[in-house]
C-alpha cells in the first residue's frame, strides 16, 4: 500500500511568496510538544504569538527555503499585514491536525489516549501494518493514516469474507475491526491478528498463484 493523495495540503499567499503547509505527522508530534499540549498552542495562536506562528509554519512547510523566504519577508511589515496573511491558514492548518478519521476514535466509548501514544501509534502503524517506509510515514498526515489502516483491515476483511456484522459462521463478529490502541499492541505483542484469518489468506491466494 502507498501513501495516500495528499489533499490536506494547506497554503499561505503573500506578496508573491507561496508556502505550503503541510499537516504531517512529523509536524503534529513536533508541534504537540511546543507548548506542553494542542491546548497551550492553540491558545497561543488565538493570541497571535509570533514564536508559535512561525514554529506551526517552520514544522510544517514543504519547502523550508520557501518559509523561510517569507518569515524574512514578514518581519519588515506591519503587524495588521502579517496578522492577515497567517491568521487564515494557520486555523486551518491547525483545523487539518486535530481532524480525525471516522474509525474508532471517533467512537464516544473508546478508551482516551494521550496525543503522544496515539502519534506513536500511527507510526508503528504505517510502518508496520501499511508497509510504508518511516520517511513516508513522517510525511503522510494523521488522517491519511488512519484511513489507510481503515482500507486496510476492510481489505483483510474482504479476503477473509468477514463483514463488520457477521462472522463466516453467521455468529455476531463485534471484535473484528475494532483495533483500539490495547488490541494493537496486543497484536504487537503476539506478533499477529487472532481474528485473521491466515489460512484462509493462503487459500484465497492459492487460487491465483
Known sequence: MQPLVRFEEVTILHDGHVVTLRPSLRAAV?????????????????????????????????????AEALLIYLCDIPL?????????PLRELCTQFLATSSGEEGRSDAPPVSWQDAYAQLFRIG????????????????????????????QLKAMNGVSDETDGNGSRNDHVGTYTPERLREIEDLGHD???????????KAKFA
Open 127 to 154: 510502518t508496520g501494518w501499511l508497509g510504508w517506509t518511516p520517511a513516508e510515514t513522517w510525511a503522510a498526515t494523521p488522517n491519511e493514516i488512519a484511513q489507510a489502516f481503515e482500507g486496510k483491515v476492510a
Open 30 to 66: 513536533t508541534i504537540e510538544r511546543l507548548h506542553g499540549g494542542w491546548e497551550g498552542t492553540l491558545l497561543r495562536l488565538s493570541q497571535f504569538h509570533h514564536t508559535t506562528m512561525w514554529a506551526l509554519i517552520r514544522a510544517s512547510a514543504v519547502s523550508q527555503k520557501a
Open 80 to 88: 495588521a499585514r502579517v496578522e492577515a496573511a497567517l491568521a487564515a
Open 194 to 204: 487472532p481474528a485473521f484469518d491466515r489460512e484462509a489468506l493462503r487459500a484465497l
